[in-house]
């Protein structure tokens, strides 16, 4: 039964990477279901109060991390408020229109029409939707380092 159960959490922690390229999968909820399974079903004294402290605060900042960088790098790129937001709701309906294309192209199309409806040159547009995919490159990479960092904490619980 334990192996099944490791098999499990070994299952979801690679759910959780496959959830940066699909984010119909719920990255962080794919890692608290590893977490919480190994807890209560295989050791329940490994994990403290300090190890889920950490998990929460790198949680929350693996689900923002998205939006804060689009909106610094379409901000970066010139673009506009309406821009940075555009960029953020852009992806939000990106996930679910085309994934995982969607989450690059939506936030891009939409910062570009926003930009354009705001009386923005076709070329401050374009460098607007392209701080918009920066933005999303580099909270994809940051997202990633978040979650091995996550793994590795785990993984130290585990032999300390």
């Given at each position: ?46 994990l ?93 990479a940051?997202?990633?380092i ?15």
């Amino acid at each position: 039964m334990e192996t099944l159960l490791w098999l499990l959490v070994i299952v979801l922690f690679a759910l959780s990477f496959i959830g940066l390229v699909f984010p119909i999968i719920p990255s962080s909820i794919a890692l608290w279901l590893a977490f919480v399974i190994y807890h209560f079903f295989i050791n329940q004294s490994e994990l403290t109060l300090v190890f889920w402290l950490m998990m929460t605060v790198l949680t929350a900042i693996l689900i923002v991390s998205d939006f804060i960088a689009s909106r610094y790098f379409v901000n970066r790129f010139g673009g506009s408020k309406k821009g940075e937001y555009a960029a953020m709701v852009g992806l939000l309906f990106g996930v679910f229109i085309w994934p995982p294309i969607g989450i690059i192209i939506v936030p891009f199309l939409t910062v570009m029409l926003v930009e354009l409806a705001e009386q923005r040159s076709f070329k401050e547009a374009f460098y607007s939707s392209i701080g918009s995919l920066i933005g999303f490159l580099s909270g994809m990479a940051i997202k990633v380092i978040i979650q091995l960092l996550m793994l590795v904490i785990f993984i130290v619980y585990l032999i300390i």
